[in-house]
């Protein structure tokens, strides 16, 4: 079985400034694709950016990038340029190839940016 | 641009009872999940179905079950509440056979057993 783990409950930045969300995960699959979804407070979760395993490029969206290590399984997330707006729980999320498109999720860590 | 509308949005039951967790998608998508998500605890997968007629448990399906029986609705059925079912539920939705992961997900249920 597969499990995420995000070993930072909580984390704070402020507004303009960068920061790196952690995210480690355990799998025995070779394929598999990795995933940072974004909860604004009492809004609906959305995805935030997507990594395929089989690609050694990291992922970007805008002022989101991922730092992808496959080899130490790590996942993390840096959000550039920090918006109010950027508050929000984030989960990191393991899905495997041809599983149903079934994710895995981490415990999240909440993001507050402050003004 | 109603995408994945879950009713009712609260609820709060006494132990012993049942209730369904609504759950509709205007998208045309074949994949729907249930999820809950427990304070600290992240998102459980329930129940997930791959189309209408086809559903399996996920990692958590003790205490409830599901239907599919059109593309758009997949309800969620809790028998015999339980304080251990109090919970914010989220139902989600797919196109699927795509490996994309992006899922697009509801508003929400929350309930409380008492």
């Known amino acids: 079985a597969q499990t995420v783990t995000q070993s930072q409950p909580e984390m704070s930045v402020q507004e303009a400034e960068t920061v790196t969300l952690s995210c480690t995960y355990d799998t025995s699959e070779s394929n598999y694709y990795l995933f940072w979804y974004k909860q604004p407070p009492s809004r609906q979760m959305i995805l935030v950016i997507r990594?395929?395993?089989?690609?050694?490029q990291n992922a970007t969206e805008n002022r989101f990038s991922v730092n992808f290590q496959k080899a130490a399984k790590s996942f993390s997330l840096k959000i550039s340029d920090s918006q109010l707006g950027d508050t929000a729980m984030y989960f990191c999320a393991f899905m495997k190839q041809g599983g149903s498109e079934k994710l895995v999720f981490g415990k999240g860590t909440k993001l507050t940016v402050n003004p | 641009n109603a995408g994945v509308t879950q009713t009712p949005k609260f609820r709060i039951l006494k132990i012993g009872q049942s209730m369904t967790l609504q759950c509709t998608q205007d998208?045309?998508?074949?994949?729907m999940y249930w999820y809950r998500q427990d304070p600290g605890m992240g998102l459980k997968l329930i129940y997930y179905s791959v189309g209408a007629g086809i559903t399996d448990k996920g990692e958590v399906p003790n205490g409830y079950n599901v239907s599919r029986s059109t593309t758009e609705d997949f309800p969620l059925r809790l028998e015999l509440a339980a304080p251990s079912q109090t919970s914010v539920y989220f139902c989600a939705s797919s196109p699927g056979q795509a490996n994309t992961g992006e899922l697009f997900f509801g508003e929400g249920s929350r309930l409380t057993v008492l």
């Open positions: 990594q395929e395993a089989y690609k050694q």
């Open positions: 998208m045309n998508h074949n994949y």
